[in-house]
Each structure stands twice: as structure tokens, then as C-alpha cells.
């Protein structure tokens, strides 16, 4: 086992990914960061039209290979447009990850139904894996699906935090299909795609929206299953193997959390570079004292090291060096930075910064939520120690 990065062998912003970080950056500034400025604060959703946009300029299908209708890019790209989509709103940096990103263990007929609509960001999906009793430990979910005659499911059973249940276009539902057996608690589950109409839920799923601090632009939910139908033929992977399905490609996901973390601190960098040289105390701009100089000086230092090590990270995976270390060492290390900086531009804007009117609280209470999700930092030092110590 070895934590050294290769180092990258060509110039990582060749001419071709310059074009779509130019791309995303002008639509994020134009298109994506007015949207968030007078939606986030209310706590609304993302409009269609924009989702519309997103699949006009093929988002969706950054990671779906061409013979699906996609642009079949590695993750180099992916991240370059995933930061410059959280720079403008973490939600919709996260919502092209709805459809490309959660594709693993799709048969071949699956991928034939499903990705060319992915790619066109019209089967979109939302993650019901969670539970109350099952969030860093998720093989101790209870959630239950019974066989009925036919070969369809009927599921019963409660989830937690299932972003975008309303507005997806599928929900991919992990249940336990054997009874929990303590000493293989992974397995034994499986995991179940629902197809629904947008801006429902599906017929015996029931729900309440969780009163979340940020992340808005789409709602969380607490979703009820009460014998709720699956049709025959919608098992991803193996019965009783979903657990190897809902840890997915763990580093194309925390590849995609960093950049988002990345993206929200360049945010608070960028709109503190502004109010700093706007902003005068003393007679002069608070851009000439030192002590604000020192924190854009750090602040920018940071974000450059998360995203040296994570373009490091993404020449290895599309180079055929996928690593799981390296990837909890890439969330890890993105997403305390994100909280450390945006925080410092907060304290950048003074007051200002602790109103909703200036965007840089919206960038920390967005990034509070990477140390969170997809593995909270904790479980990042578990693995990473886990790996060097051994268990
Ligand atoms: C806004 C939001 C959106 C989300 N969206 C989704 C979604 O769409 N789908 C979905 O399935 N889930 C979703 N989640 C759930 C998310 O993945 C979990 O919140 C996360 O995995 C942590 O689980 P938990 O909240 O139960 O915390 P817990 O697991 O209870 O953790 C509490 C604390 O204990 C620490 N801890 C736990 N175990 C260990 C350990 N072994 N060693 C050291 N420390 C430990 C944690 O690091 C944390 O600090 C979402 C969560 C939020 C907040």
C-alpha cells in the first residue's frame, strides 16, 4: 500500500478542458449565481428551466460514455465543472451528479433504458439509503422488502435524509431482502429502483420535508414506506449485494464532494477579494491592513492545495489508478478547508458577513454540510488510518 500520488505526466488544463471550465465558469456567474442569490434565501427550488440549460450544455452526461448519448469525459473534466458549478450553488453542482453518478452496477439492459436519459438529465435520482439508526453505519438499515409472486417487491420500512424525493425522476431504495444477521450485517440487502412522476412521490411513499440549514434549492425528506410496489426487473446488482452497490464509486463521489467544497471556497475567496477592496474602515479600504492581506493570502493558499491534490487524484482514476485512500484524503482535506475558509470570509465581511444578504454564509453553510455527507470527516480519518494502521 502506498499514499503517493503519481504526479501527473502532461499539463492537467490542457485546451480542451480550459473550453469547459470556461463554459461552466460563464454559465455558473451568469445563469446559476443570480439564481441562488434569490432562491437560497428562501429556500427555493431549482427551476426546470435551469435544469433545462444544464442539459442544453450536456452536464449530465460528462461521465456517460458516447454510445449513451453522452460526452464520455473522465473525472478531470467532471471536477474542473463541478467547482465552477458549486461557485455558483453547491445544489446544482450536486444535481449532475444525480444521473452519472449513481449508475453503478446497472445491467446492460439497464444502461441501455436508463443512460441515454441520464445524459439528457431526464432520469434523475434520489438516494434512499439513510436511516434514523443507519447514517455513517448504513449496514444497519432495517427498511424491509418482501417478494410478492409476480417478482415484484413491496417495501416497507422508514429513511432519513433523502434529497430530492420529490423532484427526481427514480429513487433508488436500498431494504433488507434477508433478515439483519450481526455477523454479516452488509449483507442480505438490496437495492430497488423506483420510477416516478416528477414532483411526487411514488404510491405508498409518504413524506415530510427535514428543516435543514442550507443545501437548499431542493428538499430533504423523511420518507414513510408502507408496502410500497417495486415491478419485477428493477433489482441493481445481485438480490441480497446492494450494500456493494450503495458504496458505488466511492471515488468518482468524494472526487465530486471535493470539488464542491473547492468551488464554495473559491466563492468566499472571491466575494471577500471584492468586499475587502470595497469595504473602508480607518479612511482607507480594509484590503490595505494586513490582518485582511494575511487571511486572502491563506485563504488562497488552501484552496490551491485541496485543488492541487485533487486534480492529482483525478489524473490518477482516469489513468486507470483509482484509489479509495486518496480519495478520503482529497474529501477530507477539501472539506475542512471549505469550512475553514468560507468561515474566514465571513469574518472578512464583519457584520455583512452575518446577514443574509451578502452570499458568503450561504458558502458556509453549504460547505458545513461536505464535513457531513458522503462520509462524514471522522469516517474519512477512519479510513485513512484504518489503511495505514490496519484495523
Ligand atoms: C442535508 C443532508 C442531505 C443528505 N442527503 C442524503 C441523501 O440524499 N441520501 C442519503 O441516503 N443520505 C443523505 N444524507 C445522510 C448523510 O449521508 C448522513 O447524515 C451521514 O452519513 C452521517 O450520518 P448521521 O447523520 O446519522 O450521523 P452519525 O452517523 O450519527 O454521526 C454522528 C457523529 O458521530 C461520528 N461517528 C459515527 N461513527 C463513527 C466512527 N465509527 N468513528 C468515529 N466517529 C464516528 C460522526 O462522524 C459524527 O460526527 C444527507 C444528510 C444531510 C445532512
Redesign the pocket.
Known amino acids: 500500500m502506498s499514499t503517493r500520488i503519481e504526479a501527473p505526466t502532461e499539463v492537467f488544463l490542457t485546451e480542451d478542458r480550459l473550453a469547459i471550465q470556461a463554459l461552466a465558469r460563464e454559465f455558473a456567474a451568469k445563469e446559476v449565481l443570480p439564481v441562488a442569490d434569490e432562491l437560497d434565501p428562501v429556500a427555493g427550488e431549482i427551476p426546470m428551466e435551469l435544469r433545462r440549460k444544464m442539459a442544453d450544455l450536456r452536464f449530465f452526461g460528462i461521465l456517460i460514455p458516447e454510445e449513451f448519448g453522452g460526452l464520455g469525459l473522465g473525472v478531470c473534466e467532471y471536477a474542473l465543472v463541478v467547482e465552477e458549478l458549486a461557485r455558483g450553488w453547491m445544489s446544482v453542482a450536486s444535481l449532475i451528479a444525480r444521473g452519472q453518478q449513481f449508475a453503478h452496477g446497472f445491467s446492460a439492459e439497464q444502461k441501455a433504458a436508463y443512460l441515454p436519459r441520464m445524459a439528457r438529465g431526464e432520469f434523475l435520482s434520489?438516494?434512499?439509503?439513510?436511516e434514523?439508526?443507519?447514517?455513517?453505519?448504513?449496514a444497519n438499515l432495517h427498511c424491509r422488502a418482501e417478494r410478492e409472486t409476480d417478482g415484484g417487491w413491496r417495501i416497507t420500512g422508514q429513511?432519513?435524509?433523502?434529497?430530492?424525493?420529490d423532484g427526481s425522476d427514480y429513487l433508488q431504495v436500498?431494504a433488507r431482502t434477508e433478515p439483519l444477521d450481526p455477523a454479516r450485517r452488509s449483507h442480505g440487502i438490496t437495492c430497488f429502483l423506483m420510477p416516478k412522476e416528477r414532483g411526487t412521490l411514488p404510491e405508498g411513499v409518504t413524506g415530510t420535508p427535514?428543516r435543514?440549514i442550507?443545501?437548499h434549492g431542493w428538499k430533504?425528506w423523511e420518507l414513510s414506506f408502507d408496502n410500497a410496489r417495486v415491478e419485477p426487473g428493477m433489482i441493481v446488482g445481485a438480490e441480497g449485494h446492494g450494500f456493494k452497490v450503495a458504496m458505488g464509486d466511492l471515488v468518482i463521489a468524494r472526487i465530486h464532494t471535493a470539488a464542491r467544497a473547492i468551488g464554495l471556497a473559491r466563492a468566499a475567496l472571491e466575494d471577500s477579494i471584492a468586499y475587502a477592496k470595497q469595504r473602508v474602515q480607518f479612511g482607507k479600504p480594509i484590503a490595505d491592513k494586513q490582518a485582511i492581506r494575511f487571511k486572502i493570502a491563506d485563504m488562497a493558499t488552501q484552496i490551491e492545495a485541496s485543488r492541487a491534490l485533487l486534480h492529482q487524484i483525478c489524473v490518477d482514476y482516469d489513468a486507470g489508478r483509482p484509489s479509495n485512500l486518496q480519495a478520503s484524503m482529497v474529501k477530507l482535506h477539501a472539506s475542512e478547508m471549505a469550512e475553514r475558509v468560507t468561515s474566514e470570509g465571513i469574518q472578512i465581511h464583519g457584520g455583512a458577513g452575518f446577514t443574509t444578504d451578502f452570499a458568503v454564509e450561504r458558502h458556509w453553510r453549504d460547505a458545513r454540510?461536505t464535513k457531513?455527507?458522503?462520509?462524514?470527516?471522522?469516517?474519512q480519518?477512519?479510513i485513512i488510518s484504518d489503511t495505514l494502521l490496519g484495523r
Not at 132 to 138: I, K, R
Not at 159 to 165: E, L, Q
Open positions: 434520489a438516494f434512499a439509503l439513510s434514523a439508526e443507519a447514517g455513517s453505519d448504513v429513511k432519513m435524509w433523502c434529497t430530492f424525493a436500498f427535514v435543514k442550507g443545501y430533504t454540510l457531513i455527507f458522503e462520509g462524514t470527516s471522522e469516517i480519518m477512519k
